[in-house]
């Protein structure tokens, strides 16, 4: 199993199947994501990203495909996040997308990642924004983010992307979609694609009238017309985004970046709560508990979410830090190799969270969740270290319990005060960024205590 900073590492260096995994690793909502994208996240914020819009049929695949080779032309790396709808049997990606991008499967340049949506509404995947994160962090110049398709309600996408394209194409009604939905408000540039159809300057002729007649801020969406297929039009649609992107460097664009990073706050604390909400599923303070009271008429919707979020509140207090109070913060096991030794715990479903190289303790550590606690297994980097000691001298077992506590430095006051024999008398710096001491087996009855005040914010 990768370790998280070794996965991190290859994401950064552009190796395409760590990017992959990354990406799965988002999409199948596993634990260890978090910690990942922490590792990327001072590498984003670089890459240029485009949503493309509309409804079935536009061309966004085609067009997505014609602007991905356009910036190719310029040295340009291209990720493509093409979301699909799901297949109703096994709720993966129908994907047709790739069928009209196959033109670039051997491209190393460029890379397409294909998500279903799973149930997601938006015209987006939960995890597309995500993706995109991994690919920023790759080092990709531009990443292009296709919706969807399923018509008038696909506004997410304006939240994800610095400029978001809405298609729209001739004889297909979709002037009328634009006029009654939100995609008027999310554009920053409209196309009106397959223009060599009949009517197309007169959908390009209403788009116009439309802005005219609403409220569009500082920034007057063109109206452009392009042949994906062709690929005409497309020189003067990158015209259009370099133009927008020149427009956001000013108060506009910070503004922009702010309700963005707002928005992705907002989706993580809403999903969380959701998984903590169905959590509860199976007793008597669960969803489907307290649906069945607000049915038989002796609750109301509103009371019933009231008790909800005061179950989920309790919930949170009960699992908060504890404050003053100490609590097992992990049990060390030393072992001749984290790899090597962690493969029970793998088997037995505890997986690796986090691993690093602690260089005043000369050790490689890798912790496994238990719980609130974790099993911390300690791999020796010298001879000198006090974990190669122990496996001369004892073999692979139990080196230590780590009790977490809110002030390490005042609690060695305390303990030498009371006589207690202490291994060191003043903190070092230990894993997480965590102050660490030592308390002698001698003053424990025969077991090692480790002493571990946590990093602020951890």
Not at 78 to 94: E, H, K, L, M, Y
Not at 110 to 116: D, P
Not at 351 to 358: A, G, L, M, N, S
Not at 368 to 387: A, H, Q, Y
Request: charged share 25%; aromatic share 4%.
């Amino acid at each position: 199993m990768i370790p998280v900073r070794e996965l991190a590492e290859r994401v950064l260096a552009g190796t395409p199947p760590a990017i992959a995994r990354a990406i799965t690793w988002a999409e199948t909502s596993d634990p260890r994501f978090p910690e990942l994208l922490a590792h990327l996240w001072p590498r984003t914020g670089r890459a240029r990203v485009v949503g493309l819009t509309g409804a079935p049929g536009a061309g966004k695949s085609t067009l997505t495909a014609a602007l991905a080779k356009a910036s190719r032309a310029e040295g340009r790396k291209v990720g493509i996040v093409a979301v699909d709808p799901s297949s109703p049997f096994t709720g993966g990606a129908i994907l047709g997308d790739r069928i009209r991008m196959q033109d670039l499967y051997t491209d190393p340049g460029v890379m397409i990642r294909s998500m279903a949506t799973r149930g997601h509404l938006g015209g987006l995947a939960r995890a597309t924004a995500d993706a995109v994160d991994v690919f920023d962090a790759a080092g990709f110049d531009d990443v292009l983010v296709e919706t969807v398709g399923v018509g008038q309600d696909e506004v997410e996408v304006f939240r994800l992307a610095e400029t978001c394209v809405v298609l729209l194409t001739p004889g297909m009604g979709d002037d009328i979609q634009a006029i009654k939905a939100g995609l008027m408000e999310v554009a920053d540039v409209f196309v009106v694609n397959k223009a060599d159809r009949e009517g197309a300057d007169r959908t390009v002729h209403e788009v116009l009238q439309m802005l005219e007649m609403g409220e569009h801020g500082a920034f007057l969406p063109p109206v452009l017309k392009t042949v994906a297929r062709t690929g005409e039009g497309v020189a003067q649609l990158r015209a259009a985004l370099a133009s927008h992107k020149e427009f956001l460097s000013g108060p506009a664009g910070a503004s922009r970046r702010r309700d963005r990073t707002v928005r992705r706050i907002e989706s993580i604390v809403r999903n969380r709560l959701l998984e903590e909400l169905h959590g509860l599923a199976g007793s008597d303070a669960s969803l489907a508990s307290w649906a069945g009271r607000v049915e038989a008429r002796s609750e109301d919707p509103f009371r019933a979410a009231e008790a909800l979020l005061e179950t989920l509140r309790k919930n949170g207090a009960r699992n908060a830090p504890s404050g003053g109070k100490m609590k097992i913060s992990h049990l060390g096991l030393a072992v001749s190799s984290v790899d090597g030794g962690g493969a029970i715990w793998d088997l037995l479903g505890l997986t690796e969270k986090h691993r690093e190289e602690v260089a005043s303790q000369k050790v490689i550590t890798s912790f496994r969740p238990v719980g609130e606690s974790s099993l911390e297994l300690l791999e020796p980097t010298s001879p000198e270290s006090p974990i190669a000691k122990f496996l001369e001298k004892k073999g692979p077992g139990i080196h230590h319990l780590c009790l977490e506590v809110p002030d390490v430095a005042a609690t060695l006051e305390k303990l030498k005060a009371a006589g207690i024999r202490l291994i060191n008398e003043t903190p070092v710096p230990g894993a997480h960024g965590c102050l660490v001491a030592f308390v002698h087996p001698a003053s424990t009855g025969g077991v090692l205590l480790e002493l571990s005040q946590p990093a602020p914010g951890h």
